[in-house]
């Protein structure tokens, strides 16, 4: 179970990664996040040290507490070795073990480090796993919709993605309310 300093950065980093609150914008006052948050001083200090230690925020010294470019921090940090992560609604089920065997292959002969998760079609679960992925500074994602037949509820956390040049291809779907770069079967046609 997570501490109360860390739900406060959870949330926080949330709207961080989904452009609520953007690059260079001041973040409320510790007084305000303490009564928005309905927490002590210390705790919102520790949520905001600790985003802070992972270069999503930084203070000015009489001026406050403001939003880093996160990426771009990240980006240095991360030139060594490209992470690429991979998201799947199921992963030991259906065509899955083989697909993500594929995509192993190909991401260890570049010698790329691979995250993988899972949504189990869970939207929440999805938006959940894109800010992990997010957060680990992935440089690519290979993503399997959840629920594609359906409009997005994460595309904030896909806007975001964009706009941070984070290039991203949809397997054996694609959400109809985003555009991108996608891989799919056309099983009407393949039936004729």
Do not use: C
Not at 60 to 76: D, E, I, L, P, T
Not at 132 to 148: A, H, K, R, W
Not at 163 to 191: C, E, M, Q, R
């Amino acid at each position: 179970m997570q501490s109360r300093h860390q739900m406060i950065e959870e949330d926080i980093k949330e709207k961080i990664l989904t452009g609520r609150f953007e690059v260079e914008e001041k973040l409320p006052t510790e007084s305000e996040l303490m009564k928005e948050y309905e927490a002590g001083r210390s705790t919102v200090r520790r949520a905001i040290g600790d985003l802070e230690n992972k270069n999503f925020v930084y203070r000015v010294q009489g001026s406050g507490m403001f939003v880093n470019n996160w990426k771009s921090s990240n980006q240095r940090q991360a030139k060594k070795s490209p992470i690429v992560g991979v998201i799947t609604t199921y992963i030991g089920d259906y065509i899955f073990p083989r697909i993500i065997n594929g995509i192993d292959q190909v991401i260890f002969e570049k010698r790329y480090p691979l995250l993988l998760s899972n949504t189990h079609n869970n939207p929440d679960r999805e938006r959940r796993e894109l800010i992990t992925l997010l957060d680990n500074n992935v440089s690519g994602l290979i993503i399997e919709p959840t629920q594609s037949n359906l409009e997005s509820p994460n595309i904030d956390l896909y806007e975001q993605m964009k706009k941070f040049k984070i290039p991203a291809v949809f397997i054996n779907a694609k959400y109809p309310n985003l555009d991108g770069y996608s891989i799919t079967t056309n099983d009407k046609h393949s039936g004729k």
